[in-house]
C-alpha cells in the first residue's frame, strides 16, 4: 500500500470515530456469539448521559447509528467507574461515558502522535480548561502505554481492535506487539473489570492483515487474542449487526456507508 493511500486509510479511521459512519451484519457469525442485547436503557443514567447539556449538539446526530445508551448498558459501564478508552479519536465516546460514570468516575482518553495528526485538537477542545472534570488525555505511543497496576474497572476499544495490525511506520503507526499490549490492559484492570470490543466484522477464518486492508477483525480472532491473554469472554451482543455489509469490501466504500456489521464483545479480568 502505497504512503497516500495509507494517510488516506488512517485518515478515515479517525473520520469514522469522530463521525460514527459504520453499522451492522452479515450472514456469517462466529461459533462463540450469544445473541445478548442490552437492557431496556430508558430513563436510566445512560440516556441522562446522552441528554447532558454538555454535550455537543453535533455528537447527539451520532447517537442513533451508534446507540451508545444500550451498548454501554450491556457493557456493564457503571457510575463511578473508572475507564480507559483507548484510541479515544475526537473524544465522542469518552465523553459520553464521563457522563456515565459522573463525578465520582474518572474517564481516561487514550491517543497517540498518529491519531493527534488527523484530529488535531479536538480531544484538547473536548476535554481541556476542565470542561468535562473527570476526564482527562493520555498519551501513550504504540507500545509504550503503561497503566497503574488495579487501577481500571473497564477498557473499551470501539472500531480500533483492528489497528492493533496496521504496520505504518512512515506515518508514526509502529506495529504493535499485540500480546504485550493486553497484557498491559490485564495489568491496569482490576480483576474482574471489563473490556469491550466493538469492531467491524470480517468474514469468518480472515487473517488479521484484513485489519490493514479492509479495516475489519474477525471476531474469533478478537476472542482468541483476548483468551490467549488470560481474559474470560463474557458475552456478545447483536446490537450493532446489520445484513446488508459486504465483508469484502473495506468499510470505508462509499456505498457502505452506514451500512456496516459490528460486533460488540465484553470479556472479563478473571477474580
Known sequence: MTTTKLNAALAAILASLLLAACAQET????????????????????????????RPDADKTRDAARKPAEVLEFIGIEEGMHVLDMFSGGGWYAEVIAH?????????????????????????????????????????ENNQMSLESGSLDAVILALSYHDLYLD???????????PALLAELKNGLKPGGIVAVIDHYAASGAPSSVGNSLHR????????????AGFEWDAQSSLLRNPNDDLRKSVFTPD????????????RNPE
Open 256 to 267: 457502505l456507508r452506514g451500512k456496516i456489521d459490528r460486533f460488540v464483545i465484553r470479556f
Open 168 to 178: 505504518d511506520p512512515e506515518n508514526g503507526w509502529e506495529l504493535f506487539d499485540v
Open 100 to 140: 456515565v460514570v459522573g463525578k465520582n468516575g474518572a474517564v481516561i482518553a487514550h491517543t497517540n502522535s498518529a491519531y493527534l495528526n488527523f484530529v488535531g485538537d479536538a480531544l484538547e477542545v473536548r476535554f481541556g480548561d476542565g470542561r468535562v472534570p473527570q476526564a482527562e488525555i493520555l498519551m501513550a
Open 27 to 54: 450472514s456469517e457469525t462466529p461459533a462463540a456469539e450469544a445473541d445478548v442485547d442490552g437492557a431496556d436503557a430508558s430513563a436510566s443514567i445512560y440516556t441522562a448521559a446522552l441528554n447532558n447539556s454538555l
Open 217 to 228: 477483525i474477525d471476531p474469533d480472532l478478537v476472542i482468541h487474542s483476548m483468551e490467549a
